[in-house]
Structure formats: structure tokens, C-alpha cells
């Protein structure tokens, strides 16, 4: 990794770590991007509780909750692939929330340069690479069925993990659920989210 000085975001007290510079050898490169993806297993998701869950855990609930559905004109693996990438660039950037102080035009600019640097810098643009980094930009575009479908559950598994810390701790998460339930779009998806409502009374 680059030992140059880390990036600081402006208006925030967040700090990056530098990108990755390639050594030029494929293969070191690729090793390093596969090690990268192990902060997504250690960075915890923000905005809740100390000890949240992590970016990876985040990710995987919604790659399962993708195979639930029984929509037939979804494509069904692309969702599912786009649910484990679309929080990929937060390997680099973390976990930014509103509440940080950061626009949400630069929020934009940091996981765009990730993304790039993990693709092209460190995957070499290697067709697999840029399979990734087009879901990753459809998900972001949220133009398509399969991105307005993600964008959804990613909304859910929020809700599903406010009701569970309420559970556990004894919280009042509303506002978690005011700012997902009410969002949801997808007749299926929405069915779960009025169920999972349902729960809290």
C-alpha cells in the first residue's frame, strides 16, 4: 500500500486510508485487492450501536434475501451479485453517513475513485473486473428493475437489523424505519417490509 499521507474528507473528521498503487505484476495486484475485501468482514456499519454489524454482513443478508424472491422477470443472479457489490466501494471509504458531514456529490466521488482503483489498479480491468464495476454502476444509476429491486432490499435489511437491535437492546430505532419502510417500491418487498412492521406492535 501507498505510504503516502491519508486523505481527509472536507467538512469531516473522517479519514482515508491512501489508495492502492500497482506494483504492475497481475498478480500481486489481485492478491492485494482480495485482501482489501477483508475490511468489508471488520468495518462496521454506522449510525446505531457500538458493535454493529459489519459491511459484509450488511451485504450477504441482501444477497440471500435476493434468492427469496419470487418475481420472475427480475434476473435473479445479477441481483444477487449486486447486492454483494454494492457497498464494495466501502472497502476504501467506509460506512459514511449524513450525520458526517459529507455531500452526498462527494460521497459519489470517493467510491467512484475506490471503485476505479480497485478495477484498474489493482484488477488490471480484466473482464471480470470491469462484470463488477458495470453491476456496481447500475446499482448507483438505479435505472434498471434489477437496481431498483437492490436498492429496495437494501432498504429492508436495514429495517430487519433496526427491529433486531430493538429486540436485543431494548431500543427505539424509529427513525430507521421511517427513513426505509415507507420508501419501499416492489410490490414483494414491500409485503415483507408491512410484516416485519407488523412485529413492533
Same mark, same amino acid.
Given at each position: ?98 450525520? &458526517?458531514? %459529507? ?9 467512484? +475513485? *475506490? ?5 484498474? =489498479?489493482? @484488477? ?8 463488477? &464495476?458495470? %453491476? ?9 428493475? +434489477? *437496481?431498483?429491486?437492490?436498492?429496495d432490499l =437494501?432498504? @429492508? ?8 437491535? &430493538? ?31 407488523q412485529t413492533?406492535?
Amino acid at each position: 500500500m501507498d505510504g503516502s499521507k491519508l486523505e481527509v474528507a472536507a467538512s469531516s473528521n473522517r479519514v482515508f486510508l491512501p489508495l492502492y498503487v500497482p506494483t504492475g505484476d497481475a498478480s500481486i495486484d489481485r492478491l492485494a485487492f482480495f485482501h482489501v475485501l477483508e475490511r468489508l468482514k471488520t468495518q462496521k456499519r454506522t449510525g446505531w450501536i457500538p458493535n454493529a454489524e459489519s459491511i459484509s454482513d450488511h451485504m450477504y443478508r441482501m444477497a440471500i434475501l435476493a434468492m427469496c424472491t419470487s418475481d420472475n422477470t427480475l434476473d435473479v443472479s445479477k441481483c444477487v451479485m449486486m447486492a454483494v457489490v454494492h457497498d464494495l466501494a466501502e472497502a476504501q471509504v467506509g460506512d459514511i453517513t449524513p450525520r &458526517e458531514g %459529507i455531500s452526498k456529490q462527494e460521497k459519489r466521488r470517493l467510491e467512484a +475513485e *475506490a471503485m476505479h482503483n480497485f478495477v484498474h =489498479d489493482m @484488477l488490471h480491468g480484466s473482464p471480470a473486473a470491469l462484470r463488477i &464495476e458495470a %453491476i456496481w454502476e447500475e446499482y448507483e444509476e438505479g435505472e434498471t428493475n +434489477e *437496481a431498483k429491486f437492490v436498492k429496495d432490499l =437494501d432498504r @429492508l435489511e436495514m429495517a430487519l437489523q433496526a427491529r433486531e437491535y &430493538e429486540t436485543a437492546h431494548a431500543m427505539d430505532l424509529q427513525s430507521f424505519f421511517d427513513s426505509s419502510l415507507p420508501h419501499l417500491r416492489h410490490p414483494e418487498v414491500k409485503q415483507w417490509g408491512e410484516t416485519l412492521a407488523q412485529t413492533r406492535h
